[in-house]
Structure formats: C-alpha cells, structure tokens
C-alpha cells in the first residue's frame, strides 16, 4: 500500500460515508467507492458486488472495464475472493493467482490471464449481515497488503455498508434487498448505454462510463435516468459528447 496522508485518508472517509444528499445515485456511489479504493492502496483495480433479494452476489460496479468482465465471470462461475468473503464474513488477503487454481479453479486462471496477480476481497458486513464484497487486485508484488493495510481496506467497506443501510433505512423506510434489486435494473440500463455511447462517439467503453457520468453530474441526474433518457430519446446518444 501507498503511504497516504491522514488528510487524504479522512476525506475518502467522508466521501464515502455522505449519502445522505439530494439525488442519492447508487451506481456512481459505488463506482466510486471502487475508485477510491484503488487510489488509497495503489492497486491496480477494483471491482463490488452485491446481494440481490435472493441473497445471491450480482456484479454493481468496477475500476474499469477489464475488471467489469472478470467480476461478471467471478459470479457466473460461482468461485472466487469476493464469494469467499461474502460466505464467511471475513477478507481474502494477499492470495497470490499463480497458485490459486486448486482454491479457484475457473477464476484464478482467468483472472491470472488478465494480467493480475494478486487479489484481495473485504466483506460489504455491519455486525451479523453481510450486504456483498469489494475485489482488488494488483499486477505485481507491490500489490500485496501489510498488517496495518487490512484493517484500513475493511474499515472503507464497512463504512460504505453503514452508508448503504443508513441511506435506505433513513430516507426512504424500504428493504435494502428491494433497493438492490432497483440498483441492478438500473446498471443494465447503464451497460446497455455505455455501449451506445462508445459506438457513437467512438471511444472505450470506459471513457463512455465516464462521459454518462459527467453529463448526469452537470445536469443534476442520476445515472439511470440519463441512461435510459437515451434509448426513449431520439437526440439520446447524441447529447453524450465528449467536451
């Protein structure tokens, strides 16, 4: 891990547990969450998942792309770091890929061949109820975490977890599973224009993550919302342009 100041280290603290604001948008809170977690360990990224009404982890946000596609191989396999950490409550530290295969042996391969080397995975936990897990990984050994790192990387994801639960409990009153099934249709939403966006402006996908996320950002709108604007829209894709 990076040394990090205990400046930058409170304000990633606070950005993270503020959700108590007006237009509250779950999918960038986690994106964000993963991005944050990134910069504060110099790892190389980070992907979330979290539990639908049926208590089963589905893919919410990541880092980048490369990292989207492994979480989403991650659940369709039903193997690996973050099912681990949601199973038992406990994080996945310092797991070296390369000698993996026999604890994972569909994930450690695949991740291994997309270029990682070494993954952690914190539990998403408030005391007895654990809400999902958040991946990291590394392509190096500067990558691996240190005792004092472990306890600061779960102390972000528990924080995130109370934000979550404070969130739904305080301003709304709903089950949290109902609000992460909301959260999940909306990401397909989300997927499905980041897609759009790429082909019409003709970038990555994420650089099109990124520009859907500035445009609702200026104009005030949740993410969802600009995301389905696009496709019920004829001028949709097209007010999506990089500045």
């Known amino acids: 891990m990076t040394t990090v100041s205990a400046d930058r280290l409170a304000k ?24 944050r977690t990134v910069d504060l360990v110099g790892a190389t990224a980070a992907g979330l998942l979290l ?34 950490a949601f199973r038992t409550a ?10 993996a295969t026999a604890r994972w042996p569909q994930f450690a391969p695949r991740a291994t ?9 914190f539990p998403l936990r408030l005391r007895n109820e654990v809400i999902g897990a958040l ?22 994801a528990d924080v995130a977890t109370i934000a979550l639960l404070q969130e739904r409990t305080i301003r ?11 959260a999940l249709n909306s990401r397909i939403a989300i997927e499905q224009a980041k897609g759009a966006i790429a082909q019409a402006n003709d970038v990555s996908v994420d650089e099109a993550f990124t520009l859907l996320r500035d445009y609702a950002r200026r104009n005030n709108r949740r993410l969802s919302e600009v995301a389905r604007t696009i496709f019920t829209d004829p001028d949709g894709v097209a007010m999506i342009t990089p500045r």
Not at 113 to 121: C, D, K, L, P
């Open 12 to 35: 990633t603290f606070v950005e993270v547990s503020d959700t108590l604001v007006d237009e509250f948008d779950l999918i960038d809170f986690l994106h964000t969450l993963t991005v």
């Open 51 to 84: 539990a639908d009404q049926r208590g089963r982890l589905e893919f919410m946000a990541a880092s980048d792309e490369n990292t989207r596609l492994l979480e989403l191989f991650q659940v369709q396999s039903s193997e690996g770091p973050c099912l681990d």
């Open 90 to 99: 406990a994080p996945v530290v310092n797991a070296d890929l390369s000698t």
């Open 113 to 121: 061949a997309a270029g990682f080397r070494s993954v952690h995975a």
């Open 135 to 156: 991946n990291v990984f590394g392509t190096d050994s500067s990558s691996a975490l240190d005792t004092t790192d472990v306890p600061v990387v779960q102390a972000l």
């Open 172 to 182: 709304r009153g709903e089950v949290l599973s109902e609000q992460l099934q909301g």
